[in-house]
């Protein structure tokens, strides 16, 4: 390619703008980092917004972290019931104090809140219904831009109906949207009877984005040892496959926000996203794998693609969902017997 053909194209693709909007947030970029390690300091958060994230996801706040916070306040004003009534200045304090850990994270949220230009998501992760989403509240006075509710729930009371798990993710959403008036979105795992009901319901119930898919643990077996081995593994990219064929099967059925998480390695992978609907692409495994500044090759990628074809990034959303005039199920069900046909000549003898 000669000299002048590389300006022209290095000039393109410097123009294409990658403002999005994901759940009523105006972003400079598609890319979110979500919710990990790298949001452990004010540092590593600018580092991520210096390399172009559109937004960070802080790590997760857990129920039971609040729960125990809770119960700890609960005994120790128990057990100072009988303190004299002159002492008016005296207070009880919690093991732990200004240390504990959801101090720490309402600090360092406000902390980053003041540092960043970019919105700052707070993750609350739960599965039961209860007080504690009222931590919400605390989260968004602390500075939280909107509040992911990561849902991680493994139903394992057997009777339990699958109706009867569905209401309370509606009843945890509706119990924080009562408490707070930013936007919040609901990270949920793929494994409903029928998923793409469950997410209309959703839709309807006020959730500002639905991010698709919390990756479910599971744990593996030592058969030397004879023992259960629990575990952590960064994502890989075929795992982007789920969330995407949701995503374009959702594009035009809900109004809320959509965020494709889980697979998202390289900038192939954000541009699939894209192009099956998704209006933001979430990553931690790629940018722990390759550091924070490897956020910036994922948007150089992503432009180099909008300018070939040249295509805006709205034009470029949604271009391989599912048509909203087709029928999902013969749309997937053709999808999976040309597979099944193409294995065969394949593989076949």
Do not use: C
């Amino acid at each position: 390619m000669a000299p002048t053909q590389v300006r022209e194209q290095v000039d393109r693709t410097a123009d294409v703008d990658l403002t999005t909007t994901y759940m009523g947030l105006t972003l400079p970029s598609p890319v979110v980092a979500s919710a990990g390690p790298l949001s452990q300091s004010v540092a590593s958060m600018q580092a991520l917004e210096e390399a172009g994230v559109g937004a960070v996801v802080m790590y997760s706040l857990f129920e039971e972290q609040v729960r125990h916070e809770q119960e700890q306040g609960v005994r120790v004003l128990e057990a100072n019931t009988n303190s004299f009534a002159e002492a008016l200045s005296y207070f009880p304090t919690e093991s732990g104090g200004s240390n504990g850990e959801i101090a720490q994270y309402l600090d360092l949220l406000t902390k980053g809140a003041d540092a960043l230009s970019i919105p700052l998501i707070a993750s609350l992760n739960g599965a039961h219904t209860g007080g504690w989403t009222k931590m919400a509240q605390r989260l968004q006075d602390a500075g939280a831009t909107g509040i992911e509710l990561n849902t991680y729930f493994l139903p394992g009371d057997f009777s339990l109906t699958g109706s009867e798990v569905e209401q309370r993710h509606l009843e945890i959403l509706q119990s924080v949207k009562d408490v707070v008036d930013i936007p919040v979105a609901l990270k949920l795992s793929p494994y409903f009877s029928n998923f793409g009901e469950f997410a209309i319901r959703l839709d309807a119930a006020g959730a500002d984005a639905l991010v698709l898919f919390n990756r479910f643990l599971q744990p593996d077996i030592d058969i030397n040892r004879q023992e259960v081995v629990s575990g952590f593994e960064l994502s890989h990219p075929e795992e982007g496959r789920l969330p995407r064929t949701w995503i374009a099967a959702l594009r035009d059925n809900v109004s809320t926000s959509l965020a494709a998480t889980s697979g998202v390695d390289g900038y192939v992978d954000v541009v699939k996203a894209i192009l099956s609907g998704a209006d933001v692409v979430m990553t931690t495994s790629a940018l722990v794998r390759r550091g924070a500044g490897y956020a910036t090759d994922l948007l150089s990628g992503l432009r180099r693609y909008l300018a070939r074809g040249e295509l805006s990034l709205d034009q470029a959303r949604g271009l391989l969902a599912v048509p909203k005039t087709a029928s999902l199920a013969e749309y997937e069900r053709s999808g999976y017997v040309s597979a099944l046909e193409k294995a065969k000549r394949r593989y076949g003898v």
